[in-house]
């Protein structure tokens, strides 16, 4: 088995990266159950809190704060651009922490280019270069699409296209340029999927995850307007976005957690203006959250497209996390999935990622979905087992 994606299946929860995360990541669980010995990167029991993570202090407050678990991390001592201690053993599961499975073509060279400060996420790296033999930061010969080309071809490929570029896209305040677009030619040549394509006709077989919509994160509804004028009915909050005029706040704009917000909700002031990397415009001038409501026709365009031309199983994580989000998902061993947040089941403390538990449930659906395809007989887990005790 090899695995191709982003921060959902390398198993990142409560923002970060670290060993016991790793295990309950859904591909780890799927291979287990498909009798799979899916060599991951592990951060070794040394240094199992990899990256990092945060915790969420839950005392009720008006905003949301975290603590950050800093103690028997991953990272190379003195390191000025936050190297991690390499990883030097076979991997199977090749998928990479805040990475856009969509830029897979871009090297080295292009983000040690890009003028500072950047929309486009950079985070990956680390991870990504943990994987590598040492590299210079403007390495023009590396990138993700010929480090997977480097592997063997695998009996068995997990496919996912990531939802990191549409949530990085909006985490910023609405970047279209992370956003996908229709190409000229076939589909199936589309930078993210050649692999799968390639890989394909050299006789594997697999699944395809598509795009949920992000904009049902609670990420994203940490922060209303509704929730502020509760508490503060004189606090004022105007919106200068990238497009429309300079306005009134209204129910409908997504805003962003910040310090701004934060303030507000603090009662630390009660007159703010939100610029365009602190808020998600919605009025009749422009709506800003479109582009990810909208990420139907790139799973239907492209997903879907590429895996039934190459006979692969499809994991449609946009009808399950809309299914999730409604309160209306009971697992098959008899488990009400809550999305609530912070005190449900499903997201993990950042508000994003899933749990184990809710990684459990995807793994799962992707059972199902191998199944389906190919006749198999793959047992189910019983997801019980991975809620926290």
């Keep these: 088995m090899l695995v191709v994606g982003g921060s959902l299946a390398a198993g990142v929860q409560n923002g970060g990266l670290y060993r016991e995360a790793q295990l309950t990541a859904y591909p780890n669980l799927l291979a287990n159950q498909m009798g799979i010995n899916l060599k991951q990167p592990l951060f070794d029991t040394a240094h199992y809190n990899g990256s990092g993570y945060k915790i969420l202090i839950r005392d009720n407050g008006l905003t949301f704060r975290y603590t950050q678990v800093t103690n028997h991390l991953a990272y190379v001592p003195d390191s000025r651009d ?7 053993e076979g991997v199977d599961n090749l998928a990479l922490p805040f990475f856009n499975p969509r830029s897979a073509w871009k ?26 033999p040492d590299v210079e930061a403007n390495d023009g010969n590396t990138n993700y699409l010929s480090y997977l ?18 949530l990085r ?18 589909r199936a040549d589309k930078s993210e999927f050649a692999f799968l394509s390639e890989t394909a006709r050299k006789g594997s077989k697999g699944i395809a995850v598509n795009i949920p ?34 306005r009134p706040a209204n129910q409908n704009d997504v805003l962003l957690p910040g310090e701004k917000i934060e303030s507000l909700f603090s009662g630390k002031s009660d007159n703010e203006v939100l610029g365009e990397r602190e808020v998600l415009s919605v009025d009749e001038n422009c709506d800003e959250t479109i582009g990810y409501r909208q990420v139907s026709w790139y799973n239907e365009y492209y997903v879907k497209y590429i895996a039934e031309k190459n006979n692969f199983a499809l994991l ?63 047992p189910l887990l019983t997801t019980a087992s991975y809620l926290k005790k």
């Design 316 to 378: 449609d994580l946009y009808s399950l996390y809309k299914k999730i989000n409604s309160g209306d998902y009971i697992t098959d061993d008899g488990v009400l999935v809550d999305p609530t947040f912070p005190n449900g089941n499903f997201y993990s403390d950042d508000a994003i990622h899933p749990t184990g538990f809710g990684q459990a449930v995807i793994a799962n659906e992707c059972i199902k979905a191998v199944n389906a395809r190919y006749g198999s007989k793959i």
């Design 82 to 88: 936050s190297a991690l201690i390499k990883y030097t």
């Design 213 to 246: 919509d992000v904009m049902d994160l609670p990420y994203f509804k940490l922060y209303t307007l509704k929730r502020l004028q509760s508490l503060c009915p004189e606090c004022k909050l105007t919106v200068k976005a990238a497009c429309g005029p300079v």
């Design 107 to 132: 090297d080295f060279n292009y983000y040690a280019s890009l003028n500072l400060p950047s929309t486009e996420s950079q985070n990956f790296i680390p991870f990504f270069k943990r994987l590598l």
């Design 149 to 166: 080309r480097s592997q063997i071809t695998p009996d068995f490929l997990v496919f996912d296209v990531g939802m990191d570029g549409h």
């Design 169 to 186: 896209s909006a985490l910023v305040g609405g970047d279209p340029s992370q956003l996908p677009a229709p190409e000229e030619g076939d």
